[in-house]
């Protein structure tokens, strides 16, 4: 599985958001060590807060069927749909892939061409709270 691949995932993932009140609509494509592909779309609601972004939409129906293992996530985003540049995940969405990943964990943010920008989640959450290492 190459990045551009799963960022092509993303953006078919992408299509599938529910983002009435802010217009971004937001894709991700998660690669489990196995090989499988979950995609996640962002899922809001009029209250605001039980929003869901696409990120953690992909882990959960992962985490659902059982995977615990990851090796990479791809997201994109942008106002209707339109990617003008990386979509960085949030704080809420890093810390759900600290609690299943470890630090070379790879976040692919595609941009507006065919290229995209990677970082580790050790670069994206660094000196993060994590379970196995604090609460043992
Ligand atoms: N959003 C995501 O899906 N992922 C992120 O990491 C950041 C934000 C969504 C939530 C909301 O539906 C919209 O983007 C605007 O914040």
Same mark, same amino acid.
């Given at each position: 599985?190459?990045?551009?691949?799963?960022?092509?995932?993303?953006?078919?993932?992408?299509?599938?958001?529910?983002?009435?009140?802010?217009?971004?609509?937001?894709?991700?494509a998660l690669l489990c060590a196995d090989g499988t592909v979950y995609g996640g779309c962002n899922i809001e609601?009029?209250? @605001?807060?039980? $929003? +869901?972004?696409?990120?953690?939409?992909?882990?959960?129906? =992962?985490v659902y069927d059982g995977h615990r293992d990851f090796k990479a996530i791809a997201v994109v985003g942008g106002k209707d749909g339109v990617i003008t540049g990386a979509f960085p995940p949030c704080g809420v969405c890093r810390q759900v892939m600290r609690e299943f990943c470890s630090d070379d964990f790879m976040? @692919?943010?595609? $941009? +507006?061409?065919?290229?995209?920008?990677?970082?580790?989640? =050790?670069?994206?959450?660094?000196?993060?709270?994590?379970?196995?290492?604090?609460m043992n």
């Open positions: 599985m190459t990045p551009e691949k799963l960022i092509e995932m993303a953006k078919e993932a992408m299509t599938h958001a529910y983002a009435p009140y802010s217009g971004y609509k937001v894709g991700a609601n009029a209250s @605001y807060t039980p $929003t +869901n972004c696409a990120e953690r939409t992909a882990f959960f129906k =992962a976040i @692919y943010m595609g $941009t +507006n061409d065919e290229n995209y920008q990677s970082m580790t989640l =050790a670069e994206l959450l660094p000196f993060s709270f994590c379970a196995s290492e604090h």
